[in-house]
């Protein structure tokens, strides 16, 4: 089945410092999404891409879906503590297959 | 807008037990999908309905069902429960199958 490769698996970073996180697949997408999920809550949608080459921003949050359509990436710029959490990237081929979901990355923020 | 609810938020059952799970999608939804979170597997896909039809099941044992009602909402059901079902399981509502999901809290299920 198709599966997605998600990495960094964890980070830890700096307050202020950026973050690049992507998800490769050896399949094509016709949709990604990336979500964000904070203990003991479900994943919150941040940003959904559909078109190939398709780079969309949410606040400090960039994500690109790329142009093979096989990955997509996600950045963030001058992280903050709140940033923390686990980072998901979802792909979801047609209407007719299930979201698939990377494993995810986890994000720690030191003050 | 309300998002999407889930009843109940927490369940501790013991081993052969069975447990009933509701999700209640955002209005005008008609997609929901289930999913299994556990630390080792990361979200597992269990099935999808769209009004009132399963679309897609994951690869998971006949123990899980679910069902859609004419009102979108949704509920699933685990029979003769094992410790290794303990999980957050958790439901996602779109407009349609193509668009994109969001997710309730999820309810956390402990199996003793």
């Known amino acids: 089945g198709q599966q997605l490769n998600q990495s960094p698996q964890s980070m830890f970073i700096q307050e202020g410092e950026d973050v690049s996180m992507n998800c490769t697949s050896s399949s094509i997408f016709n949709t990604w999404l990336w979500y964000k999920q904070e203990p003991g809550e479900g994943p919150v949608l941040l940003i959904a891409?559909?078109?190939?080459?398709e780079l969309t921003s949410n606040g400090r949050l960039t994500a690109q879906f790329g142009i093979t359509r096989k990955d997509s990436f996600l950045n963030i710029s001058a992280s903050i503590p709140s940033d923390v959490g686990i980072y998901f990237c979802?792909?979801?081929?047609?209407?007719?297959?299930?979201?698939?979901f990377g494993k995810g990355t986890r994000l720690s923020v030191i003050a | 807008k309300a998002g999407v609810t889930q009843t109940p938020r927490y369940l501790i059952k013991t081993r052969g037990q069975q447990v009933t799970l509701s999700c209640s999608p955002i209005s005008g939804h008609r997609s929901v999908s289930w999913y299994q979170q556990t630390p080792g597997q990361g979200l597992q896909f269990l099935f999808e309905y769209f009004s009132e039809t399963q679309r897609n099941k994951g690869n998971f044992p006949g123990r899980f069902s679910g069902r859609q009602f004419s009102n979108s909402r949704s509920e699933m059901n685990v029979s003769t429960l094992e410790l290794g079902d303990s999980a957050l399981y958790l439901c996602a509502s779109s407009l349609g199958v193509y668009n994109e999901q969001f997710f309730g809290p999820g309810t956390r299920l402990t199996v003793l």
């Open positions: 891409l559909y078109k190939a080459g």
């Open positions: 979802a792909g979801l081929y047609s209407g007719n297959t299930p979201l698939v």
